[in-house]
């Protein structure tokens, strides 16, 4: 009977930890993300005329990761991204993309294998100084793996101008994930190890006493 117990006390802790950490991987719901009345972000100081051009860019780059047409890469990148100093941070800790062939190389993969993104583009925060412009929004991916992996995004970062045009110099990329439930997982794992460390301890003393009584008896 006492092994059955411990066997359901365990697994009742693996299945609280899994539900902690997939409670980070929760549906997200696109049409709440894409609200204007959820709008995460101020509008920014951008001048109207300024503002207008960038949302025209932004969507540009929605149709391109709507569309997902490979073989539309290179006039996608020609139209949206600077040649100059590019760099692009995606939503893994190695994904440092510098150059415009390396961020070329991203956004082809990411067409190829990621799924269909959605940007709040409308209200988007636009700030802007001179020919320099900085912007953050946010979206959604629901990946082509499944319907049902729909995880919220953040997207930022800074414009410049060329030959009249504005196009992207620095981009990133970022999973919008409350990772505290993941922390909470860590911390009831940690617990339960500890747990299991003093238990291993105490029955290693009990026989270890019981031997040495053993020998003496």
């Known amino acids: 009977m006492k092994d059955i117990l411990t066997i359901v006390l365990r697994i009742v802790f693996l299945s609280l930890i899994l539900f902690l950490v997939t409670r980070m991987f929760k549906r997200a719901d696109g049409e709440r993300i894409l609200s204007p009345a959820t709008a995460a972000y101020s509008m920014g100081d951008a001048p109207d005329s300024v503002r207008q051009a960038i949302i025209g860019q932004l969507n540009r780059f929605q149709d391109g990761y709507s569309k997902r047409d490979t073989s539309q890469v290179g006039a996608f990148m020609e139209s949206l991204y600077s040649s100059e100093n590019l760099l692009i941070l995606g939503t893994s800790p190695g994904e440092v993309f510098i150059g415009f062939d390396r961020a070329a190389s991203l956004v082809r993969s990411d067409w190829e294998s990621w799924g269909d993104c959605r940007f709040m583009i409308d209200s988007a925060s636009i700030s802007s100084a001179g020919n320099v412009v900085w912007f953050a929004t946010k979206g959604y991916v629901e990946f082509d793996l499944s319907k049902l992996l729909v995880l919220p995004l953040r997207l930022s970062g800074v414009m410049v101008k060329e030959d009249q045009v504005w196009k ?32 291993l301890v105490i029955g290693s003393l009990k026989a270890i006493k019981a031997r040495r009584s053993a020998k003496t008896s």
Do not use: N
């Not at 992207?168 to 460390?197: E, G």
């Open 168 to 199: 992207f110099r620095q981009q990133q990329f970022q999973f919008d994930i409350d990772f505290s439930w993941s922390l909470l997982a860590i911390l009831v794992l940690s617990v339960w190890i500890l747990l299991s460390l003093v238990k």
